[in-house]
């Protein structure tokens, strides 16, 4: 029988971890071996790497400690790219979280670099060479 | 040189498309990041991925709709955000879609012709629905043709055919029995070009998106599973991926819409989710701009992009309860080879044959 009640649908979450709280589960600290070693090979032979977050399925609790593990370093900003993207520098320099999101707000990617300089921000050489191109043309009144 | 050869080196490059107006190399690196991401590729080879799409000709794209409800093209125009998608489409030349098209009729028609022509053996052929063979083609026509004539003669000129939905890659909903118009998928009729089926009623827009990236970056087909459909997005089951699974594995399913387990979020195994036999990437891409999933919002995968998906029994029985039925209790289970799977079937058949006896009952009394 319909008695017209709404049914009290809702969908339980894990709370995410506390501050201090040692939960470093497997994955993540097989993640953070995974960045430390790209960090040395960095350091050894400059070769740059980078890995996937978003295709790394991980609760909500795994994803906060993983957050919480990296930390927060001095860079963090906000570009604009048909929606934002969020470059910040982790505590650890030379780890880089980037997060993309489209117009609506929604991540369509997300990746940890290891790098000196995320590739996202190096102007390119055929960029660098019109750019040259186009400064002299301003500075000869052509533009 | 022939005509194809000269129009193929006149059409613009991507990345001349996309310096014409004013997209940023930034811009679409976020973009190229996004597909890598998408298409399963290890982030550091975004670079080579923008560089392959920059250089890519602009391709010519002729979509032809057969016998189809619309909704695999509502589900790609609609739910394009309306920036990184349409950035990749914005470059294509869709030089035929006639649900698109302001054109109709002859007008219609004579583009059509025309770009099959300029682009001969150069086109993508998308292809929407099923193609009904019944009562010699009469079933589905257009501009005094068939559907199978159109198909025929198109895929003559196309590079390769992209089929979009589960009708146009397995038959889908047209294709099942009783199968009135007698449809059948691309696939039997088209034996001599490359085919690619995005299955799906309808199919994620971005595996659209990703598997058009993937054939313009390398110049051929990707990988593709037994039933042709690109690996990196139907590799895995919907099951193997699903936030739920750890529920199935621990044995706590769901037993009804409105029960506790369902407030939990438990497995939706025994309410007929089909997640265990569906290979789609709904639970990694997910639907709505990434937002959710049908399991997500409370109800079981019903196997869209699988071939027969509607003829496989009911879509509230566990998926293993056909095997029950067709080979007996205990085969079934050993055929499923999913032993807490098969437990979870058998005890949701004895719940519902259970109700069934305690319905009768009551009539009777």
Redesign the interface.
Known sequence: MNTGQLLPLRVKTEPPPAPGDDILGGGVRALGYEIAARLETLHETGESGAIDIKSIPMAAAEFESFRQMLGQGEVDFTLELDGQTRIRETAFPGVWWIQHKDPEGQVVAEHIEINHVPDLLRAQAEEIGQAADALRARLNGET | MTQSDNNRSSQPTIGQVLDERGV????F???C??M??LM?M???M??ALAQNLRQARRPSVIYMPFQECTGCLESLTRSF????EN?LFDTISLDYNHTLFAAAGTAAEAARHEAMEANWGEYILIVDGSIPQGAGGVYGTSAGESFVDQLRHAADGAAAILCVGTCASFGGIPYANPNPTGAVPVSEIIHDRPIINVSGCPPIPAVMTGTIVHYLTTGGVPDLDKYGRPSVFYGQSIHD?C?RRRFYDEGKFAKSF?DEG????WCLYELGCRGPTTYNACA?VKWN???SFPIES?HGCIGCSEPNFWDQGGFYEPVTSKLFEDRGQIGGAAAAGVALGAASAYAASRRKKKRSETAGEEESS
């Open positions: 940023s190399r930034r811009r690196m976020k973009f990041t996004a890598a991401s399963a290890p982030p550091m975004t670079s955000s309306p920036s990184i950035l991926r936030y409105d369902a407030r939990n979020g990694t701009e990434g937002t409370g």
